[in-house]
């Protein structure tokens, strides 16, 4: 291996004889409005907070209602129907354990919900075509 895999197998960018683990912590949220489901990609490396109890620069401390919780993440998510923006937040606890999450505008679904979803967007063969047969 060379000195410019090297780097960029150390960096993530790929270059290394293996395939790169993804350790992105996935969920899934359905939007209230139009009933799309979003998958949506967290990076535990770089993407958690640490939640702090000092004040914020307007004197107000924001600290959520579960104690337990030491780290939290919140990403806008917009759907690809109604492109209505939600609000998705984890709460961890000291050992980045999920203990807590909400959506504003939609919900926290399963895998198979986002999988159906995906299913339901495949095309159908057209009247009179059999699968796999080019038409005409």
Do not use: H
Request: proline share 6%.
């Amino acid at each position: 291996m060379g000195l410019v895999d090297a780097l960029k197998s150390m960096l993530g960018l790929g270059g290394g004889a293996g395939q790169s683990v993804d350790r992105g912590l996935y969920r899934y949220v359905r939007c209230n409005r139009c009933g799309d489901v979003v998958r949506v990609r967290i990076n535990m490396a770089n993407e958690v907070s640490e939640i702090s109890d000092e004040p914020d620069e307007d004197g107000s401390v924001r600290r959520p209602d579960n104690r337990a919780a030491r780290y939290a993440i919140t990403k806008g998510v917009v759907d690809a129907k109604c492109f209505r923006p939600m609000r998705l937040t984890i709460l961890f606890d000291g050992r980045r354990r999920e203990i807590e999450s909400s959506v504003e505008g939609g919900e926290v679904v399963d895998e198979a919900a986002w999988e159906a979803v995906q299913a339901s967007r495949q095309p159908s063969p057209g009247a009179g075509e059999t699968p796999g047969t080019p038409p005409g």
